[in-house]
């Protein structure tokens, strides 16, 4: 990359100013955050029984949710890449609706479909009793409902870029079409995928408003992080700050981890073959 | 000639149908006849006052020619901290007394303020009643699903007091971050119950059913109100004032489930 430098000339001041500028914009709320965190007391807080049940349910309900997504997120994503079928345009804009949905409307269209008294949740309350909303598994559709479009978007994407001949050259060597999926479709998307996990499972653990509308806010059971640093922020500034920043320092680390270990490795492998 | 007459019928029809069912009593703070202030009067207001202090404006507006009245409504925290930072404002309603006081403290007000409404805690359930709930005491069933403001927020704190006072240690499905998140889990029939001010009650009409709770002293919330120290238009705020306490703004903050003073 950096070769390439001298060839082309130096780079124009008038694109190195905006994007110094943006980088700037997102960089700096970040380290005000962490500028304004309070960290004589940063110990005591993350050890509070409170925040640690906060951390454990996001980790467990955006884990578990990912989980989900990547079970009928590939498949969904295959679909839309391989199949031509009538209606894929419109499967394609229901895919992206939760991404630019308020997160709220999202919450409240999960209410509505799976609430006690939901398009789905009714008949499902009234055959046997189980009622949704106020629960864990909630806290986990909540999650899978804004994760699924990142995923799905991410795989479908890698799978288009995957080159379609090697598919056909599978299938002339007398592959069926599950074997191609498996042993040839799949590995090549490998980095999408991953970056699909990555930001779904981001996403899912940043999810608030959807969360807090169709799941409520209860500690141990639906309180996860961001609904805690929100009820932090109405009484405890500080105690805030310290949830906000222990978030932040969660998602990077991952971030960090699953780049080092698992995405570089899965580029490379890409790369190679 | 016209025009004043057609002015004058529509801002009697806008005060008929704005006082709900109207009553005679007409007798608002008008009462100022020379050199009246005309222009922008600023309200603060907290939250639960928005259709009482809504309807009152046109009455206030309708007696106050050339004046337009500006309501903001939010946490009478959020408000209270907006005034003594200085933000351009005339009158001063919040929710609780303590909110109020760091604005005196601040000699934010002009003297004292008068306390013009009470509020207090009623148990909302959705109109088929799936709990079968009769009284408060039946939050505790095993089974019941209520949910209350979560404790930092005043309806919250207001919730803890309830439960303490009438020993009730059911815990309850959620939290919610404020008492119209509570209010709108009953109207959806989500949740069993939901403790809700009596004003939220009224304002979710027949979505839901009241359930009254033994009333003790540890439930209830004084609104007070006060013309503020920095106002622009001090007389037009008195009127405010007078309006709020007097017999018309006493109907409607009935009618909208407030408890006299």
């Keep these: ?273 | 000639m016209r025009n004043r007459t057609a002015a004058l019928a529509l801002s009697l029809v806008a005060t008929l149908a704005l006082a709900g069912c109207g009553s005679g009593s007409a007798a608002s703070g008008g009462t100022g006849s020379s050199a009246r202030e005309t222009g922008t009067l600023n309200v603060l207001a907290a939250a639960s006052l928005t259709e009482s202090f809504t309807s009152l404006a046109k009455d206030f507006e309708a007696d106050h020619p050339g004046v337009d009245v500006k309501l903001a409504f939010d946490s009478s925290a959020t408000l209270a901290e907006q005034v003594t930072q200085g933000a351009p404002a005339d009158v001063l309603a919040t929710a609780d007394q303590d909110t109020m006081q760091t604005v005196v403290d601040a000699h934010g007000t002009q003297g004292d303020p008068t306390v013009f409404a009470t509020n207090h805690l009623q148990l909302v359930v959705p109109p088929d009643n799936p709990a079968g709930i009769t009284g408060f005491a039946d939050i505790a069933k095993p089974g019941v699903k209520y949910v209350v403001c979560v404790d930092t927020a005043p309806c919250g704190k207001l919730a803890v007091k309830v439960l303490d006072a009438t020993g009730i240690t059911a815990e309850p499905a959620s939290e919610e971050v404020d008492v119209k998140a509570v209010l709108s889990k009953v109207e959806l029939d989500e949740a069993d119950a939901g403790l809700v001010y009596a004003t939220d009650a009224v304002a979710g009409g027949d979505k839901v059913r009241p359930v009254d709770i033994p009333t003790s002293d540890a439930n209830l919330n004084t609104y007070p109100i006060a013309a503020l120290s920095g106002a622009k238009k001090p007389q037009l705020a008195q009127d405010w004032v007078d309006l709020v306490t007097g017999s018309q703004g006493q109907k409607v903050l009935a009618d909208a489930g407030f408890g006299k003073p």
């Design chain 1, 1 to 273: 990359m950096s070769g390439r430098g001298p060839a082309l000339g130096r780079a124009p001041a008038r694109l190195l100013g905006p994007a110094a500028v943006a980088a700037v914009f997102l960089g700096l709320p970040l380290v005000a955050l962490l500028a304004r965190t309070p960290w004589t007391d940063f110990l005591s807080r993350l050890t509070d029984p409170a925040v640690l049940d906060a951390l454990r349910l996001s980790l467990v309900t955006s884990l578990a949710a990912i989980a989900l997504v990547s079970v009928v997120g590939v498949p969904l994503a295959w679909t839309l890449a391989r199949v031509d079928f009538p209606g894929r345009s419109l499967v394609r804009a229901l895919v992206i609706v939760p991404l630019v949905l308020p997160p709220v409307v999202g919450g409240v269209a999960l209410l509505s479909a799976f609430g006690r008294r939901g398009l789905v949740g009714g008949p499902l309350y009234d055959a046997t009793g189980i009622s949704i909303p106020f629960t864990t598994v909630a806290v986990v559709v909540a999650h899978a409902f804004v994760a699924l479009p990142f995923f799905v978007l991410s795989v479908e994407g890698a799978l288009r870029a995957a080159d379609r001949e090697y598919d056909v050259v599978a299938a002339t060597l007398g592959a069926s079409r599950w074997t191609t999926f498996r042993r040839v479709g799949l590995p090549l998307a490998g980095p999408g995928l991953l970056a699909g996990l990555v930001l779904g499972w981001a996403r899912a653990l940043g999810e608030f408003g959807a969360t807090i509308t169709f799941a409520g806010n209860y500690p141990g059971t639906t309180r996860t992080m961001p609904s805690a640093i929100y009820v932090a922020l109405q009484s405890d500034q500080d105690a805030a700050l310290v949830l906000s920043v222990i978030l932040m320092v969660v998602s990077v680390a991952i971030l960090a981890l699953l780049r080092e270990r698992w995405f570089d490795q899965a580029v490379q492998g890409a790369v190679r073959t």
